[in-house]
């Protein structure tokens, strides 16, 4: 997955340049803070040799109290640039994840298909032998009876979302399992709608 580390190392480094920042903003006041003190005992001091030591301090100490602001700046200026490109990156990022769990995700839909398909031959089957047992029933009475318990079927009902309309009035082409077969196939697995769906 290149383009995730990519991103990932983008993301990594916008955060090593914000530490960064961090650190050195706190040593800039931290130098700040002690500039005084430092000034304070050059000022105090009699001891020649001493003095030398301090001034030479207070000047470095100066330098890097003038150079710690255009670090910052260079690294504000890095995470401009980082800020530009991530989204980019996100993006690449974010597509080749959807194509690797899409792959692993189009195997499982398959297998899905199949077994909703076998579910609703085993559906078409309870309701050929309901049907079966009503037109028994009804050569031996015309009372309503019930001969076998009801089951629960989903795949082989009709979709009633779906009307189409024949010489004999209004139909309902679809079963609940084209439709959702359907669904699988616009949203891009590669399962097919079947003539008996």
């Known amino acids: 997955m290149k383009e995730v580390e990519k991103f990932q190392e983008l993301r990594n480094q916008l955060q090593a340049e914000q530490a960064k920042i961090n650190q050195l903003e706190r040593k800039l006041a931290e ?3 002690n500039y005084p003190v430092l000034e304070a005992r050059w000022i105090e001091t009699e001891d020649e040799k001493e003095a030398r030591v301090l001034e030479n301090q ?20 890095r995470i401009e640039l980082l800020d530009q490109k991530l989204p980019k990156y996100e993006e690449l990022a974010i597509k080749e994840l959807r194509q690797v769990y899409f792959e692993k995700l189009n195997g499982l839909v398959k297998d899905l298909a199949k077994k909703w398909r076998e579910t609703a031959a085993v559906e078409q089957k309870i309701l050929q032998l309901r049907e079966e047992a009503h037109r028994d029933l009804i050569k031996i009475t015309s009372h309503p009876r019930v001969l076998v318990p009801a089951v ?12 189409s309309i024949n010489e004999f009035g209004p139909s309902f082409p679809y079963s609940k399992l084209k439709k959702m077969i359907e669904q699988l196939e616009r949203e891009g697995f590669t399962v097919k709608v079947q003539d008996e769906d």
Do not use: N, Y
């Open 31 to 33: 130098l700040k803070a």
């Open 58 to 77: 207070m000047k470095s100490v100066q330098a890097e109290i003038d150079q710690i602001p255009l670090e910052i700046k260079k690294c504000k200026r």
């Open 152 to 163: 629960p079927l989903f795949f082989v009902q009709k979709d009633e979302t779906v009307v």
